[in-house]
């Protein structure tokens, strides 16, 4: 069945597909400017640039599946939705999110050993405050992911945007802004 592309464009679910893809984009060059502009405040740490790519990753990764797994569990009703909350019997989220955190410290942990060793390697110093940095911006971005996955499911169900079109995109993007702007916090923090 062929569609014209004026009724693709009125099509609901084009039209938050194309919404949620873009928002996302737009998140994305907020994140890479923000970069730009605390680039000497990142590089007053050896190594954080080895550092912030597999973190970014490491969000981006751990978010996804998160975002997949709960709107999967929605979709197929084992989270409900009752007048606009979340009714989570099995506490699927509550296990999602738990997961999450873990993975998160855990592999950012793994993460800033990596990067102080290539440091070590590369330029014989010991850059304890790369690990440091690693686990706190975790710590930092995983408090505020969490509390954002909630609030963003409970807005798409307020506003009837369909979650597994319009969650992943946007959920991703906004785990790049935040964690770019928890390593900032963290470089501040601690230097």
């Given at each position: 069945m062929k569609m014209s592309l004026m009724r693709l464009i009125k099509d609901k679910e084009f039209k938050e597909l194309f919404s949620s893809e873009f928002l996302s984009v737009c998140i994305g060059l907020i994140s890479g400017s923000l970069i730009g502009i605390f680039r000497n405040n990142i590089a007053i740490i050896p190594g954080l640039f080895i550092l912030l790519p597999g973190l970014m990753e490491l969000r981006g990764s751990i978010y996804s599946i998160i975002s997949s797994r709960i709107t999967s569990a929605i979709a197929l009703g084992d989270i409900k939705i009752k007048n606009r909350k979340l009714i989570d019997r099995k506490l699927i989220l509550v296990k999602n999110l738990v997961a999450a955190v873990f993975l998160s410290l855990a592999i950012s942990s793994l993460l800033g050993?990596?990067?102080?060793?290539?440091?070590?390697?590369?330029?014989k110093t010991k850059n304890y405050m790369i690990i440091y940095l690693a686990i706190l911006s975790s710590f930092i971005s995983t408090i505020i992911l969490v509390i954002l996955i909630y609030l963003l499911i409970l807005y798409l169900i307020k506003k009837d945007l369909d979650i597994d079109i319009v969650f992943g995109p946007i959920f991703t993007s906004l785990g790049d802004i935040v964690c770019v702007t928890s390593i900032i916090l963290s470089v501040i923090i601690l230097t």
């Open positions: 050993l990596i990067s102080f060793f290539l440091v070590l390697l590369l330029s």
